[in-house]
């Protein structure tokens, strides 16, 4: 049998703090709620899920990288580095692996400075606004474009 498709699900600065930091913008779910979440919804769609958090920029690069040729697909929450890291953006160029931009709360109608996002000029697509649900909704989104890729 073959392996399932590995989905990479990486979370930036400050995601370690979710279910205390701002509940009323993000929400009372800890992290560890999210990835299991992630973990239960994953196994029913077929894919297997490396799920990790790190408040260093340097960390996140790198386990970019390590997508390339490894993994099917990137989930990326990358925090506050979204609007401000070129290094991330140029790690999503490098691995080619198809990713999906997520965010809990709609950054769109938050701080101007955070309208804009370095990462949803390569990702797929961006999912925000919709809580931890948002990662539910881009794993259901890369396990269509994983399949569809499969079948090409
Ligand atoms: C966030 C939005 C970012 O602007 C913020 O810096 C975060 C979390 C979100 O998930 O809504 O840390 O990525």
Redesign the pocket.
């Known amino acids: 049998m073959t392996p399932p498709p590995i989905v990479s699900i990486i979370n ?4 370690n703090m979710l279910g205390m930091r701002q509940p009323e ?2 929400g009372r779910e800890s992290l560890a709620d999210v990835e299991a979440l992630c973990r239960t919804h994953a196994e029913k769609l077929g894919l297997a899920v490396e799920f990790r958090q790190s408040n260093a920029e340097g960390d996140l690069v790198t386990w970019i990288q390590q997508a390339r040729g490894r993994a099917a697909g990137i989930i990326i ?4 580095y ?2 401000t890291s070129i290094a991330i953006l140029d790690a999503l160029l490098a691995a080619e692996v198809m990713a999906v931009e ?4 709609n ?1 769109h109608q ?1 701080d101007s400075f ?1 309208h804009h996002s370095f990462v949803a000029g390569v990702a797929k697509g961006t999912i ?1 606004g919709f809580g931890s649900h948002g990662y539910i909704l881009a794993l259901d989104a890369l396990a269509r474009l994983i399949k569809g890729s499969s079948e090409a």
């Open positions: 930036g600065p400050n995601l913008v993000y929450n990358a925090g506050a979204t609007h997520v965010h809990l709360s950054i938050r955070r925000c």
